[in-house]
């Protein structure tokens, strides 16, 4: 059915029906007065370098000067016109509209265009590297640009509650202050550049099957101090340009529907002075009532929207409430300056191939793929197997590939955010360019020609995991995933392998964690590679081979089990989201991980010293600060990530065991001894005080914990929060 209606998007879409219309555009002249509007401190900040008082006051004019029907035409979509979704401006007045295009790993398939497929945000959320995830928002903005893109439906930052979620690897994190950070970068990247970000899905959206239809039911403490702070740090600290609301539910409301979320939280709270769209076809589900909820425009195209002109010509609704809306969008297009820009030629698509798949671009969607692939495992203990020496492996037959993708194109779902790169790079190809002609050796089954050729080798490579068949969008792609283990088949590959040689390495690709507990030790080195797009076998292969050293750390929690998660429920139409998931519930358990949130290996070895606090006692309003000497007692450079969870000794509510609340990175000479700085503004310790219906931070004690991921802690120390 959405296949369908997306099929009519493509080939034409339709406009309004003759009697919705209502009077014409060129309508007999009117004196319609529209209310005054002051620019507020957040107007400002949301128009940047630009005159947000003459923007305001020409938005003023234009609402006196556009019709009723003009106004709400900016309030819908036009569907797929000259290679973007459009929501069309208004060409008598000067006003361009909008050019919307997924996605989250480049330019969208639907553009029919090609693109650098940068690596899914899961690997990229690996790199825990914001200045580098911001480098990948500047090359994708001018991606979409050159395919006359002005408005990129990105970054998806709802959190990996359960890894079984099919948009995983859309996302960044299961937690929210590294979903954040990763997130806040993309958003200056795309919007340095000129290009509005959208931050998606807005809110708790974080199951596919039932994604049009359920209800998440949330405490408002889990909504406030769990499913919200990315959002709104991207709202306050990146001043995103644009918000879509999710399709779901959320205590009984859709998010199309709730002024909760997009009127007292959004813009009351937080001063979101941008738009908000809906998510596409069904994601509107009211006239009056989302708009007064606060959604502005529904997309792709007109269909309950229709129904406030049908209001407004009967008086139900306000034209003031309409201009409310028209407002947003109009600063939005004013404030990035979308005016500036020649204007277009219908039936002619913006196409300028030159700027897409530029050297730049591939380097850096290489350069992410390697700083997200996360060392998992690295036997024996004695002599680990990786970096693998170059000058060994340059015989005929010095490597046996192995695996379902080992020679596949796996760059991810085919959903919303497919992209179509002209190339590339399987993991096939990417150890062939590092190695003589002939040394490596590819197998499609584990036969008696590759049994022999694995008794002459000197390593074996599996390269494994999901595909697009396996976890997705749904409707369009495969949806959720039915389980957290390999395949089975793939599991009886390793292990046949594993019994054969002692130099294994296991390559797992997916959009987040697969269970491994069962075989792995079977292995002797594990790597988690998300999907690594365009150059992703170059990556791989430069850290197999010890050209770069492998630096990812996980962004989400590898259980031995599934059922150490909470139930992963993607049938019922009601789904309770609790406070804990992902690291917070498995340490309240007193379950380890497998493979624990922040964990990689690093082919060297850090050192980690006792951190000194600098600020025993800090005020409500202040930062806390404290130093960590790191130093590389190994013998290769690596990058170190030192992770600070916090936790609130002797809360008047209950709380997770700890939490990340800072990260820092750094990249270290063998020998070497550098200090990291990690700062966490006591702000960032508040609980949602249910009662008093308002954020806290609390006057009491908290330990703040270093560590190299959730479960390691190296050390703690004590510090105070006074007055709060
Ligand atoms: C997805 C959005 C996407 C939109 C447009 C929807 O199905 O949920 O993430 O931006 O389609 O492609």
Same mark, same amino acid.
């Given at each position: 059915?959405?296949?369908?209606?997306?099929?009519?998007?493509?080939?034409?879409?339709?406009?309004?029906?003759?009697?919705?219309?209502?009077?014409?555009?060129?309508?007999?002249?009117?004196?319609?007065?529209?209310?005054?509007?002051?620019?507020?401190?957040?107007?400002?900040?949301?128009?940047?370098?630009?005159?947000?008082?003459?923007?305001?006051?020409?938005?003023?004019?234009?609402?006196?000067?556009?019709?009723?029907?003009?106004?709400?035409?900016?309030?819908?979509?036009?569907?797929?016109?000259?290679?973007?979704?459009?929501?069309?401006?208004?060409?008598?007045?000067?006003?361009?509209?909008?050019?919307?295009?997924?996605?989250?790993r480049g330019l969208?398939?639907?553009?029919?265009l090609n693109g650098t497929a940068f690596p899914v945000?899961?690997l990229r959320?690996?790199s825990?590297?914001?200045?580098l995830e911001?480098r990948v928002g500047r090359a994708m903005a001018l991606e979409h640009?050159s395919a006359?893109?002005?408005?990129?439906?990105?970054?998806?930052?709802?959190?990996?509650?359960?890894?079984?979620?099919?948009?995983?690897?859309?996302?960044?994190?299961?937690?929210?202050?590294?979903?954040?950070?990763?997130?806040?970068?993309?958003?200056?990247g795309?919007?340095?550049?000129?290009?509005?970000?959208?931050?998606?899905?807005?809110?708790?959206?974080?199951?596919?099957?039932?994604?049009?239809?359920?209800?998440?039911?949330?405490?408002?403490?889990?909504?406030?101090?769990?499913?919200?702070?990315?959002?709104?740090?991207?709202?306050?600290?990146?001043?995103?340009?644009?918000?879509?609301?999710?399709?779901?539910?959320?205590?009984?409301?859709?998010?199309?529907?709730?002024?909760?979320?997009?009127?007292?939280?959004?813009?009351?709270?937080?001063?979101?002075?941008?738009?908000?769209?809906?998510?596409?076809?069904?994601?509107?589900?009211?006239?009056?009532?989302?708009?007064?909820?606060?959604?502005?425009?529904?997309?792709?195209?007109?269909?309950?929207?229709?129904?406030?002109?049908?209001?407004?010509?009967?008086?139900?609704?306000?034209?003031?409430?309409?201009?409310?809306?028209?407002?947003?969008?109009?600063?939005?297009?004013?404030?990035?300056?979308?005016?500036?820009?020649?204007?277009?030629?219908?039936?002619?698509?913006?196409?300028r191939p030159e700027e897409r798949e530029t050297a730049e671009h591939l380097a850096l969607a290489r350069e992410v793929a390697r700083r997200g692939l996360?060392?998992?495992?690295?036997? &024996?203990? @004695?002599?680990?197997? /990786?970096?693998?020496?170059? +000058? %060994?492996?340059?015989?005929?037959?010095? $490597? #046996? !590939?192995? *695996?379902?993708?080992?020679?596949?194109e796996n760059i991810g779902?085919?959903?919303?955010?497919?992209v179509d790169p002209s190339d590339v790079v399987t993991a096939?190809e990417g150890?062939?360019a590092r190695?003589?002609?002939?040394?490596?050796?590819?197998?499609?089954?584990?036969?008696?020609?590759?049994?022999?050729?694995?008794?002459?080798?000197?390593?074996?490579?599996?390269?494994?995991?999901?595909?697009?068949?396996?976890?997705?969008?749904?409707?369009?792609?495969?949806?959720?995933?039915?389980?957290?283990?390999? &395949?089975? @088949?793939?599991?009886? /590959?390793?292990?046949?392998? +594993? %019994?054969?040689?002692?130099?294994?390495? $296991? #390559? !797992?690709? *997916?959009?987040?964690?697969?269970?491994?507990?069962?075989?792995?030790?079977?292995?002797?080195?594990?790597?988690?590679?998300g999907y690594p797009g365009s150059e992703g076998g170059h990556a791989l292969a430069e850290v197999?081979?010890?050209d770069h050293?492998?630096?990812?750390?996980?962004?989400?929690?590898?259980?031995?089990?599934?059922?150490?998660?909470?139930?992963?429920?993607?049938?019922?139409?009601?789904?309770?989201?609790?406070?804990?998931?992902?690291?917070?519930?498995?340490?309240?358990?007193?379950?380890?991980?497998?493979?624990?949130?922040?964990?990689?290996?690093?082919?060297?070895?850090?050192?980690?010293?006792?951190?000194?606090?600098?600020?025993?006692?800090?005020?409500?309003?202040?930062?806390?600060?404290?130093?960590?000497?790191?130093?590389?007692?190994?013998?290769?450079?690596?990058?170190?990530?030192?992770?600070?969870?916090?936790?609130?000794?002797?809360?008047?509510?209950?709380?997770?065991?700890?939490?990340?609340?800072?990260?820092?990175?750094?990249?270290?000479?063998?020998?070497?001894?550098?200090?990291?700085?990690?700062?966490?503004?006591?702000?960032?310790?508040?609980?949602?005080?249910?009662?008093?219906?308002?954020?806290?931070?609390?006057?009491?004690?908290?330990?703040?914990?270093?560590?190299?991921?959730?479960?390691?802690?190296?050390?703690?120390?004590?510090?105070?929060?006074?007055?709060?």
């Amino acid at each position: 059915m959405r296949a369908a209606l997306l099929a009519l998007l493509l080939l034409g879409c339709p406009s309004a029906a003759p009697g919705d219309a209502g009077p014409d555009a060129a309508d007999a002249p009117r004196t319609y007065v529209p209310e005054p509007f002051a620019p507020t401190a957040e107007t400002i900040a949301y128009c940047g370098a630009r005159d947000d008082a003459a923007i305001e006051a020409r938005i003023t004019e234009l609402l006196a000067e556009l019709t009723p029907d003009e106004k709400i035409d900016l309030l819908a979509g036009d569907g797929l016109r000259d290679g973007t979704w459009e929501v069309s401006g208004v060409p008598r007045l000067g006003l361009p509209g909008l050019h919307m295009l997924d996605g989250p790993r480049g330019l969208s398939s639907f553009t029919g265009l090609n693109g650098t497929a940068f690596p899914v945000a899961i690997l990229r959320g690996a790199s825990w590297d914001p200045a580098l995830e911001e480098r990948v928002g500047r090359a994708m903005a001018l991606e979409h640009r050159s395919a006359g893109a002005d408005v990129i439906l990105a970054p998806t930052m709802n959190l990996l509650r359960h890894p079984r979620w099919g948009r995983a690897q859309e996302t960044y994190s299961e937690d929210s202050h590294h979903m954040g950070a990763m997130a806040l970068a993309f958003v200056r990247g795309v919007q340095r550049e000129g290009v509005i970000a959208s931050a998606k899905h807005y809110a708790a959206n974080s199951i596919e099957d039932t994604r049009h239809t359920v209800d998440v039911v949330i405490d408002p403490r889990t909504l406030r101090e769990v499913y919200l702070p990315h959002f709104e740090r991207v709202v306050v600290e990146g001043r995103v340009g644009s918000v879509m609301s999710a399709y779901n539910r959320v205590n009984g409301l859709y998010c199309d529907e709730q002024p909760l979320l997009l009127q007292t939280i959004l813009r009351e709270e937080w001063g979101f002075a941008g738009f908000v769209e809906s998510d596409w076809i069904w994601g509107t589900h009211g006239d009056v009532s989302s708009l007064r909820a606060g959604l502005d425009i529904e997309m792709p195209v007109e269909v309950e929207f229709r129904g406030l002109r049908r209001a407004l010509r009967s008086g139900a609704l306000d034209e003031r409430d309409v201009d409310r809306a028209v407002r947003r969008v109009l600063r939005a297009v004013l404030c990035f300056g979308l005016d500036e820009a020649a204007p277009r030629t219908p039936g002619t698509r913006i196409d300028r191939p030159e700027e897409r798949e530029t050297a730049e671009h591939l380097a850096l969607a290489r350069e992410v793929a390697r700083r997200g692939l996360v060392l998992l495992r690295n036997g &024996p203990a @004695a002599a680990p197997l /990786l970096p693998l020496d170059p +000058a %060994a492996h340059a015989a005929a037959g010095a $490597v #046996v !590939l192995l *695996g379902r993708n080992a020679e596949r194109e796996n760059i991810g779902d085919e959903g919303s955010s497919a992209v179509d790169p002209s190339d590339v790079v399987t993991a096939r190809e990417g150890l062939e360019a590092r190695l003589p002609a002939g040394a490596v050796v590819t197998f499609a089954a584990l036969d008696d020609a590759a049994r022999a050729a694995i008794a002459a080798a000197e390593t074996v490579v599996i390269v494994t995991g999901l595909t697009a068949e396996d976890e997705g969008e749904s409707d369009i792609a495969a949806g959720d995933r039915e389980t957290l283990a390999l &395949p089975e @088949a793939e599991v009886a /590959l390793v292990r046949a392998v +594993a %019994a054969l040689t002692d130099r294994l390495v $296991v #390559v !797992l690709e *997916g959009g987040a964690a697969i269970t491994s507990a069962a075989w792995d030790g079977e292995t002797e080195a594990l790597l988690f590679a998300g999907y690594p797009g365009s150059e992703g076998g170059h990556a791989l292969a430069e850290v197999l081979f010890g050209d770069h050293p492998p630096t990812g750390r996980l962004p989400f929690s590898v259980p031995v089990a599934e059922g150490d998660l909470p139930p992963f429920d993607n049938v019922s139409e009601e789904v309770v989201y609790g406070y804990l998931h992902g690291y917070r519930h498995l340490l309240s358990e007193a379950t380890p991980a497998h493979y624990p949130f922040g964990f990689g290996l690093s082919t060297t070895r850090f050192i980690l010293g006792a951190p000194r606090l600098l600020t025993p006692t800090v005020g409500a309003t202040g930062t806390v600060e404290l130093e960590v000497d790191v130093t590389n007692e190994g013998p290769r450079a690596g990058t170190e990530t030192v992770q600070l969870y916090v936790a609130a000794v002797g809360s008047r509510v209950p709380r997770a065991p700890r939490d990340l609340r800072a990260f820092a990175q750094l990249t270290l000479a063998p020998g070497e001894t550098a200090t990291v700085t990690l700062r966490v503004p006591a702000r960032d310790l508040r609980f949602w005080d249910e009662e008093a219906s308002s954020y806290e931070v609390e006057a009491i004690a908290y330990d703040a914990f270093v560590g190299t991921d959730a479960e390691r802690t190296t050390g703690v120390v004590r510090f105070t929060v006074e007055g709060g």
